[in-house]
């Protein structure tokens, strides 16, 4: 709940002032989110599977891991699935703000082609980050796609 409870803006201006300008903290900053939001819907997928498995591999003697190997992962590996690819769906949009913050990447060389007013570079640069972000989810979607027919 704790790194779900904060926006990942904050966490690389945390970052950011503990460990310096770069990439690191950048990566820092959206692992910490990450692992809140998709924590929460993991757990969320976790908790509407069905107990009647559970509790019949529970009752044959089986351990906690045998249990979730089982019984919870075949319930919820679809919905995981669909989690992940959302998760990085959002972590790869929200890589350009946090490089924006001082976090390195794209969104480091926007802010200083904007503090710079090279009206040539920011137009370019904006469109990069469009068609990555177009080609980011023409994949997204052809691998939903190709992870459903192989579950179903």
């Known amino acids: 709940m704790a790194c779900r409870s904060v926006h990942e803006m904050i966490w690389t201006i945390i970052a950011v002032t503990i460990l310096g300008f ?13 692992i809140g939001f998709a924590g929460k819907l993991f757990a969320e997928a976790i908790e509407s599977i069905r107990p009647g498995q559970v509790e019949a ?23 995981w699935t ?4 959302y998760t990085w769906d959002v972590v790869f949009r929200a890589a350009t703000v946090v490089g924006f ?4 990447g794209m969104g480091w060389y926007l802010r200083e082609s904007v ?3 090279a009206s040539k570079d920011v137009a370019a640069i904006l469109l990069s980050i469009i068609l990555i972000v177009i080609i980011s989810e023409l994949f997204s979607a052809w691998l939903r796609t190709r992870i459903a027919r192989a579950i179903a």
């Open 82 to 85: 669909g989690i992940s690819i």
């Open 101 to 104: 913050f001082g976090a390195g």
């Open 22 to 34: 770069g990439l690191l903290p950048g990566t820092v900053a959206l692992t910490l989110f990450c």
């Open 57 to 79: 591999i529970r009752a044959s003697g089986a351990s906690l891991f045998q249990v979730f190997v089982f019984a919870v992962l075949p319930q919820v590996r679809v919905a």
């Open 115 to 117: 503090q710079r007013v």
